[in-house]
C-alpha cells in the first residue's frame, strides 16, 4: 500500500472514528442490566473503546456500579459511569441487513432505521417481522425536477434462517424479494430477486439472483440540466447476478471492509459494477465510504449514512 494511500485510509478512519463516537457519551444505566454468564457481551465506553467478553452479575463498592468482563486479555472491571452502551455481541451490528447497496438475506429486525443513501436519497428501512422488511427512497438531486427524481422501493421476506454448520456460531438466511424502482412517473421497473447469506466470526458472503419482471424494454433517462438524455435497453425476463462480502477488521470492532460485484445482466458481464467500502458503525449511526467502478470504467463514490435510534 501506496503512503499516500496510507495515509488517506488513516484520516477517513479518524474522520469516521470522531462521527461515530457521537453518539457514545451517554451513560448506560446498569440497574437495568441483568447478563447471562454463559454469552458474549459488547460494552462501548465513553471514550470510544470497545470490549467484549462474559460478564458478571451487577456489582457495587465505593466508586459505584460495575461490572467485571472476561476478555482475551483478562479480567476487566468496567464502572457505570464510563459504560456508553452495553448488549449482546450478536446484536451488536445493527447493519447487518444491509451492503452498500446489495439487499442481503438477514432480516432488519429491530434495527428499523433512517438515512441517507449517495448522500442525495433519503431512506427509510422498516422490519416488521422476519417476513416483511421495507425499504424506500426518493432522491432529492439539484437541478433535476421532481418529476425526473428516482425512487426505490424493496420488499424483502426472510424465509429461512438456521446454523450453517460451516462455523461454529456461524449462520445461513435465505430471502426472496421484490425491487421497484421508477424515476419520476415513468420507467418503472420491477425485480424478483433471491438472496443468501452465509455467516462467520467476523465474514458475512451473501449472494443474490434477480429476474427482470416488470417494466419496458427500452429506456429514456432525463438529468434535466445535468446532462442530455439517454436511453438503455434492458428487456423484461433479463437475469442478473450479485455477490458481497462483509468482513470485519480483527482489531476493530466497528469498521468493516464491504465490497459488492453487481451484473445487471448475466449475458453482458461488461455491464457489471464494482464496489468498494468502508463501513463505521456503532449502536446508533453507520457511515459508508468507498468507490464504485461502473461500465466504461465511471468511478462514483460512495457516500451512506443511517441512524437507528430505536
Not at 439539484?142 to 418529476?147: K, L, S
Not at 450479485?242 to 465490497?259: K, N, S, T
Amino acid at each position: 500500500m501506496s503512503p499516500l494511500l496510507q495515509r488517506a485510509l488513516v484520516l477517513l478512519l479518524t474522520v469516521m472514528s470522531c462521527l461515530t463516537g457521537l453518539y457514545a457519551n451517554d451513560k448506560f444505566p446498569l440497574e437495568s442490566f441483568d447478563p447471562d454468564p454463559e454469552l458474549v457481551y459488547y460494552v462501548r465506553t465513553i471514550n470510544g473503546d470497545v470490549l467484549s467478553g462474559l460478564s458478571t452479575q451487577v456489582k457495587e463498592d465505593g466508586k459505584g456500579n460495575y461490572i467485571e468482563l472476561t476478555t482475551i486479555n483478562g479480567r476487566i472491571k468496567i464502572y457505570e459511569e464510563n459504560i456508553a452502551w452495553i448488549g449482546l455481541y450478536i446484536d451488536s451490528y445493527r447493519a447487518d441487513s444491509r451492503g452498500l447497496f446489495i439487499p442481503n438475506a438477514e432480516p432488519i429486525g429491530n434495527d428499523s432505521y433512517i438515512g441517507v443513501t449517495e448522500a442525495v436519497m433519503p431512506t427509510i428501512g422498516i422490519g416488521y417481522t422476519p417476513y416483511l422488511n421495507i425499504v424506500a427512497g426518493r432522491t432529492i438531486i439539484p437541478g433535476i425536477g421532481a418529476g425526473n427524481q428516482f425512487s426505490l422501493v424493496n420488499i424483502k421476506s426472510t424465509v429461512y434462517e438456521a446454523e450453517n454448520g460451516l462455523v461454529e456460531g456461524g449462520k445461513q438466511f435465505y430471502a426472496v424479494g421484490f425491487n421497484a424502482s421508477w424515476v419520476g412517473d415513468v420507467n418503472f421497473i420491477g425485480h424478483i430477486y433471491g438472496a443468501a447469506t452465509f455467516t462467520g466470526k467476523r465474514t458475512r458472503v451473501t449472494t443474490l439472483v434477480h429476474w427482470k419482471a416488470v417494466g419496458k424494454d427500452v429506456y429514456t433517462v432525463s438529468t434535466g440540466s445535468l446532462a442530455s438524455p439517454f436511453q438503455f435497453p434492458y428487456i423484461n425476463g433479463t437475469l442478473g447476478v450479485g455477490l458481497m462480502m462483509d468482513i470485519r477488521f480483527p482489531e476493530l470492532h466497528d469498521v468493516h471492509l464491504l465490497g459488492e460485484l453487481w451484473g445487471a445482466d448475466i449475458s453482458r458481464p461488461s455491464q457489471s459494477g464494482l464496489f468498494v467500502g468502508l463501513r463505521q458503525t456503532n449502536n446508533q449511526l453507520t457511515y459508508d465510504f468507498g468507490l464504485g467502478l461502473l461500465p466504461q470504467g465511471v468511478l462514483v463514490p460512495i457516500v451512506n449514512f443511517a441512524w437507528t435510534p430505536w
